[in-house]
């Protein structure tokens, strides 16, 4: 835990941003000052995505993957979704021509397909939880439960960690941080002011917790997959005691469409 202190600023800040972010958008009633920190976002962990598959011997053009992911990010934060849903096939369709004539084409293509699937288009799935009656507080909600996990998975990994989750991948990570990241998303879906009867929906506090901290722990372990095979320990530099943007949103990447799909066709709130 020698980290923890500048883990601890760098988290403070980035929380600071993002909330202030979700309170600007709820006061102007507008989508946009999250859809620009969405795209900033986007936009610097595709770049680190770049460098890690230029590490694994995979040269995308940098600038048409990075612009392509923003647009993407931006577009899906208009008020028509089918808008998004045209950059996205744009930007799924472009690498085709660019790379078709690539000795190393097939990788090419398929890296940046995944690439934009993988970081903007997973992550626009925030936008339609933010956009709902009560949008601000579910999406607070739905970065806490990620970040909760985060950080009792941290706590309790380097507390107690003694049996290896994937050491092969990621040797630091732990059952018991399992254990712990679980929890402490559990204590957070308890406490959030969101629930009309508490006891009669503690089963969907259990199953929020549960996903999200399923989730999270997978995107963690693929995004460090990643690093191993590139032979870095962290995508990015940006933030210290993190490491980079895409360190930081890897589980978020994965849970956040869950986390929508609970809500909106379990609760049916969004």
């Known amino acids: 835990m020698r980290d923890l202190v500048p883990r601890t600023i760098t988290a403070v800040i980035a929380i600071a941003i993002v909330v202030a972010a979700l309170a600007l958008g709820w006061v102007w009633k507008s989508i946009w000052p999250v859809a620009l920190l969405g795209a900033f976002v986007v936009g610097v962990a595709s770049w680190e995505y770049v460098q890690l598959l230029e590490r694994n011997g995979i040269a995308l053009n940098r600038f048409f993957f990075v612009s392509s992911a923003v647009l993407v990010m931006l577009a899906y934060g208009t008020p028509e979704a089918a808008f998004g849903d045209l950059v996205l096939w744009a930007a799924l369709v472009f690498p085709i021509a660019l790379y078709l004539f690539d000795p190393d084409a097939l990788r090419k293509i398929l890296a940046t397909m995944g690439g934009i699937i993988y970081i903007p288009y997973l992550l626009h799935f925030f936008y339609p939880l933010y956009r709902a009656t009560n949008g601000a507080l579910y999406g607070l909600l739905a970065l806490a439960l990620v970040w909760g996990y985060d950080i009792g998975a941290y706590i309790a990994g380097s507390a107690w960690g003694k ?86 949103i890897d589980g978020l990447l994965l849970a956040i469409p869950a986390i929508y799909f609970y809500f909106r066709f379990v609760l049916k709130w969004v």
């Not at 204590?187 to 503690?202: G, M, Q, R, T």
């Not at 089963?203 to 997978?218: D, E, F, K, P, R």
């Open 163 to 248: 049996s290896l989750l994937a050491p092969t991948i990621s040797p630091r990570k732990s059952w018991e941080g399992v254990a712990g990241g679980f929890m402490l998303s559990l204590a957070l879906a308890a406490i959030a002011p969101i629930w009309k009867d508490w006891w009669a929906s503690l089963v969907h506090m259990i199953a929020l917790a549960g996903i999200t901290s399923a989730l999270t722990q997978l995107g963690d372990l693929l995004e460090s997959r990643l690093k191993r095979l590139a032979q870095v320990k962290d995508a990015g530099g940006l933030m210290p005691g993190h490491g980079g943007l895409l360190d930081r």
